[in-house]
C-alpha cells in the first residue's frame, strides 16, 4: 500500500543507499530477448528493446533489485521511478534557480 497509514519514519531526507544521484551512473542497454524466453507471439519477440541489464542495476543501485536464486532477477519499477522523479525534481529546482539569475522568464 502506498497510505501513510502503514508507514513509519516518513522523511523527505534519503538514506545513502537510496540516493537517486546513482542514478546518472547507471547505463540504459539495448537488447533482444534471448528466443527461447518469449514466445514468438510476444509482440517484443525478435525486438530491439531499450532497458535496464538487472546486474547493472544490482551494481549500482542494489536497492531496486529483486533476486532470484541469489542472482539479480530484475529492477524493481516502485523503487526506480520515485527515484527517478526525484532527480527530476532536483534538475527541475536548480533549472529554476539558474534561470532566476540569468533573468529568463516562463511566459
Known sequence: SSSKR??????????????????YEL?????????????????????DIIGFIAEDVADIYECAVQYKDGEPEMWNSNVMIPAMLKLIQEQNKRIKTLEEKAGVTNE
Do not use: M
Request: charged share 35%; net charge neutral; glycine share 2%.
Open 27 to 47: 547505463p540504459i542497454k539495448s537488447y533482444k530477448y534471448k528466443e527461447d524466453y518469449l514466445s514468438k507471439d510476444d509482440v517484443r519477440f525478435g525486438q
Open 6 to 23: 502503514y508507514k513509519t519514519d516518513i522523511t523527505e531526507a534519503l538514506p545513502n543507499e537510496l540516493n537517486p544521484q546513482k542514478l
